[in-house]
């Protein structure tokens, strides 16, 4: 149980391009959905958590204009990189909770995406 | 700033040797987990302590949890080349929101 799917696992776009990337729990219900960035050899920074219905709330730093979250329904969650450049390159991990009164978070198995 | 500071940041030994990693912050937290990563993977959830002082095993894996819910630390008996990865604590606020520590990457040579 508490499978997280991510879609795409790699996506190489031109600069200037938006891209968009899905999170889905597969079979459970995530009241709460997280997104991080992680550089190479580096730990996961939090960039926004997202609850279903509701507007995702933003780290310190994080463009929301720039990274726009979407959490329509209990299972997906989106992210969509506007007008994507070089420094935005990097792996992109979600994690979806709810399973428990914990809230403990069960990972994606990531994105890379590489904007030439 | 990193919230949650690890410590070692890298760790190579030998199979069959026992290691300790730590994870200490000024913050309190409600919960803090424990996570192993592969290369190009998401995190791997290993355990979830909530309560000061309580240590868990999970088989060669031993976790506890700072009395003050402040730190934690991950030791691992008889370390094998499979234990080889990346570890992260993450602390929790109010089970709601999450921050990673800066990461021990462990290699166990056979």
């Known amino acids: 149980g508490a499978v997280v799917s991510q879609h795409p696992s790699w996506v190489i776009c031109k600069s200037g391009t938006s891209v968009k990337i899905e999170c889905r729990s597969l079979?459970?219900?995530?009241?709460?959905m997280f997104w991080y960035r992680q550089f190479p050899k580096q730990s996961l920074m939090l960039m926004a958590t997202?609850?279903?219905?509701?507007?995702?709330?933003?780290e310190q730093g994080v463009e929301k204009d720039k990274f726009l979250i979407n959490h329509a329904s209990l299972t997906l969650s989106t992210l969509t990189v506007t007008s994507a450049h070089p420094e935005d390159s990097s792996f992109y991990i979600c994690?979806?909770?709810?399973?428990?009164?914990?809230?403990?978070?069960?990972f994606g198995p990531g994105t890379r995406l590489t904007v030439l | 700033t990193q919230l949650l500071e690890q410590s070692p940041q890298f760790l190579s030994i030998q199979e069959g040797e026992n290691l300790t990693v730590y994870c200490n912050s000024s913050s309190v937290f409600s919960s803090l987990q424990w996570y192993r990563q592969e290369p190009g993977e998401g995190p791997v959830l290993l355990v979830t302590v909530v309560t000061g002082g309580e240590v868990k095993k999970l088989k060669r894996l031993t976790f506890q949890f700072g009395d003050a819910r402040k730190d934690s630390s991950l030791h691992i008996t008889a370390a094998q080349p499979g234990d080889t990865g990346l570890y992260l604590c993450?602390?929790?606020?109010?089970?709601?929101?999450?921050?990673f520590g800066s990461g021990t990457k462990l290699n166990v040579k056979p």
């Open positions: 994690s979806a909770a709810g399973v428990n009164a914990y809230n403990e978070q069960f």
């Open positions: 079979d459970f219900q995530a009241t709460t």
């Open positions: 993450a602390g929790g606020y109010n089970f709601n929101k999450f921050y």
């Open positions: 997202s609850n279903e219905g509701s507007k995702a709330t933003y």
